[in-house]
């Protein structure tokens, strides 16, 4: 063979790897949207790439992922969306609420999203139907909201002699503002609630200054991404003022928090993750109806009740799913 036969081989066989990476598909880049902060809310990311995971799908390796934080500042979350919507993700995963899925729903019509709702998707408007969401929308709804009056009825179990309670919501997470006072109201049944409207840290450190005050006799706290974030210092505060709370998910107890009753988060987490792959694969969002999470969870930590002196009711501690000690 001549030198400049074996020279033209030789090239041609090494740009055959380059020309076979170029034919290869892009690796799908997903869009992750939330109002929260970034830190504490890694154990429900968490939750969402092992529900990427089981469907084969790896950050990294076979898909990238955008995050946008919005750090509690929900006014920021419909500009995060457009940075999104112009990088040209493949899917946007909007989470810690409809306000975030709102925010991607205003800046696409054709990128496929699905939320992580803590209120009836359909009665918000973010969908069509459940079965049918229609459009470029579909999700989980976390169901948060729809079991604070169970929670009232706990926390009067835990405490009976409680009259006064405070209520910490947050205004700017609306989809869980009116609900939760109104059914919070109801289900209170001569309590007086305390309301305090709570969108930041420092509101946070104000409502406690304002307990010291009021004297309440126990303590309720909204279900949303802010209250999330922000547990280990809801945690703190109660403690140090010796206040029975009660919260919507487990993450509380296992920061020292004393009893939380609702959705199992890191669950409806995964489940975001499992749909999200699934439109990774082709599946049409039009074609996923909403996933309505039904189990809920009651987690007591009983280290804390023992530190405020309170006999947890026999009963309640058969049916918790776990007693932390």
Known sequence: MRRRDFIALFGGAAAWPLEARAQQPAMPVIGFLSGALPGP???????YHRGLKETGYVEGVNT?????????????????????????VAVIVATGGSTSAFAAKAATTTIPIVF???SDPVKEGLVASLN???????????LVGEVVAKRMQLLREVVPAARRVALFVNPTDQENYDSTIREAESAARGQELLVHTVATRRDIDAAFADIVRQRPDALFVAPGSFFNTRRVQLVILA?????????????????GGLISYGTDVLDAFLQVGLYAARILKGTKPADLPVLQLTKVELVINLNTARALGLEMPPGMLA???EVIE
């Open 41 to 47: 809310y890694a154990p429900f990311a968490a939750a």
């Open 64 to 88: 990238a992922i955008e995050y946008r934080w919005a750090e509690g500042e929900v006014d920021r979350l419909p500009a995060l969306a457009a940075e999104l919507v112009r990088r040209k």
């Open 116 to 118: 992580g709702a803590t």
């Open 132 to 142: 049918r969401p229609g459009g470029n929308v579909t999700g989980i709804n976390f």
């Open 239 to 255: 403690a140090r003022h010796s206040l029975p709370a009660i919260y919507a998910t487990r993450a509380y107890p296992e920061a």
């Open 319 to 321: 049916i918790a799913d």
